[in-house]
């Protein structure tokens, strides 16, 4: 896997703090997000509807009157990490007795009032659809009440919500435009966190682009779930499309058509989207990204097995021949495409004979980056319900270290073609490294190191690459 940017490091679940911030007349409210992308970007929703309420960000916990931890479900591990953080607020609240603390997103969804008994220091637990009943829920734990809200919705996508762009480099930022999933991954617990799909207005997400780009913003992300299975009809769920009339049918619109009317509003600015899943993906999203320049050439494709016996216990809807299929189309309709992947060991009944067919779809595919885990078991979960959880833990890890591997081997050959060749480059900020150097990605997705000389973060540079790592790509900038 190439060097995470701190976005990415979100995608991966584990650990990931964003430290930000929102104050009921002079009070602060102190942000936690974990897990993916788009608990990153309802934070900065959270923040949108607490400053009304009074709330105003910071990135000090130490002045903060309400923390808000914004939760992931996806491995057990991810809600471990949350626990242990809870535990630490111990020592800060006998200090300062005042301190409210509340449990957001889809761990709170999961547990819910639960979490109130299992964890005594929350005040709050607020599920993902339940944003806007913030400034009354803050209200009663400031009474000295806990609070809960954990109703899913069916409309909700908060989009006349104005985002608090909260600790971001002033270059990249997420816009939600859909939320929830019915896709029913049997090992997935989104569907039960986030509830039933359903998409956000046309309209206001082309506002919002064009918004960002006038505060000069150079790259924005579309979020969902699963983006591909974009469908507005005039608002409501995704399954009950076949009830809307004729007239909503017909001008429906799909993510093709979306991606279509954002890159022609702001020609100037990069898009991505974020994640793609094989069964949803259509050749006119394809044949939409081959014809803007402004989207970015790179395909978030999770896969999570090569072997078809095991993509149908998974639910996922398609088998290894099929994504075969599509891969194929990628290539052919976008030369040069930048594909990562999603991929899970161990999943229940996985034989070694299951575990070769990821390695040889791996090879079959060559990503050039991925995400890798192995099997956690989630409550309620078809998967937890209906099949044991059979495979050996030391099992499920040293395939994993075999699939991580190969994706190493994968990145670096994937990076050395690229050595000789000038990239277009958008630049994000200073190199971990060196104050020296400046990085940044080329449209497919890899990040790029090079000397700052004259330029800036939200430049568009050229740059031609001489070096690379499986993560990195190293080379100087070149006029033109
Ligand atoms: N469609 C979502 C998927 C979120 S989960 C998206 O926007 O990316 C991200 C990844 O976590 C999945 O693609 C899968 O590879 C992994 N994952 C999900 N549930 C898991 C589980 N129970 N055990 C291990 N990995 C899991
Ligand atoms: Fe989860 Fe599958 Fe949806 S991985 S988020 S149920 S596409």
């Not at 944003?131 to 009354?136: E, G, I, V």
């Not at 919705?153 to 999933?181: M, Q, W």
Request: hydrophobic residues 35%; proline residues 3%.
């Amino acid at each position: 896997m190439r060097e995470n940017t701190p976005l990415e490091e979100a995608r991966q679940g584990e650990a990931l703090l964003l430290e930000q911030s929102a104050s009921s007349l002079g009070k602060k409210l102190y942000i936690e997000s974990y897990g993916c992308q788009m608990n990153f970007s309802d934070s900065e929703i959270v923040a949108s509807i607490l400053s009304g309420a009074g709330y105003e960000t910071t990135r000090n916990m130490e002045e903060a009157d309400l923390v808000l931890l914004n939760t992931c479900s996806i491995r057990d591990k991810a809600e471990q990490t949350v626990r242990k953080r809870i535990a630490t607020f111990h020592k800060v609240k006998e200090q300062r007795p005042d301190l409210k603390i509340g449990v957001l997103g889809c761990m709170a969804e999961r547990v819910k009032s639960k979490l109130l008994d299992e964890e005594k220091l929350v005040d709050m637990v607020v599920g993902p659809d339940a944003y806007r009943d913030l400034p009354n829920l803050v209200q009663e734990i400031e009474d000295g009440r806990k609070a809960v809200n954990v109703i899913l919705s069916k409309e909700e996508t908060y989009d006349d919500v104005h985002p608090v762009r909260l600790g971001g480099n002033g270059v990249t930022a997420f816009i939600s435009i859909t939320r929830g999933c019915d896709n029913m991954c049997t090992f997935c617990v989104v569907p039960f966190t986030r509830g039933r799909e359903r998409s956000r207005n046309p309209q206001t997400i082309v506002q919002e682009a064009i918004e960002l780009w006038e505060q000069g913003y150079k790259e924005i992300t579309l979020l969902g779930q699963n983006v591909d299975s974009y469908l507005w009809y005039g608002g409501g769920l995704k399954k009950d499309f076949e009830k809307a009339s004729d007239i909503a049918k017909a001008s429906a619109v799909h993510f093709g058509d979306l991606l279509r009317r954002v890159a022609q509003a702001v020609p100037g600015m990069r898009i991505r989207f974020s994640t793609s899943n094989p069964q949803d993906m259509s050749d006119d999203v394809l044949h939409a990204i081959a014809a803007h320049k402004n989207i970015c050439d790179y395909i978030h494709l999770p896969v999570q097995s090569g072997s078809s016996r095991v993509l149908e216990l998974m639910n996922r809807g398609h088998n290894r021949e099929a994504y075969f299929g599509l891969i194929d189309r990628i290539k052919r309709i976008i030369p040069g495409c930048g594909i990562s992947h999603d991929m899970i060991s161990g999943f229940p009944t996985e034989t070694e004979e299951d575990h070769q067919d990821t390695l040889s779809l791996m090879e079959y595919v060559k990503y050039d980056f991925g995400y890798m885990f192995y099997y956690s078991e989630r409550p309620n979960t078809y998967a937890a319900r209906k099949l044991e959880d059979d495979i050996p833990l030391e099992v499920k890890k040293r395939r994993l270290a075999e699939i991580i591997d190969l994706q190493q081997k994968h990145s670096l050959i994937r990076n050395q073609a690229k050595i000789g060749n000038t990239y277009e480059v958008l630049v994000e900020g200073t190199s971990k490294r060196s104050d020296l150097e400046l990085f940044g990605r080329t449209t497919h997705n890899t990040v790029v190191v090079f000397p700052r000389e004259h330029y800036k973060p939200g430049d568009f540079v050229h740059v031609t690459i001489n070096e690379c790592t499986a993560a990195t790509l190293k080379g100087v900038a070149v006029e033109g």
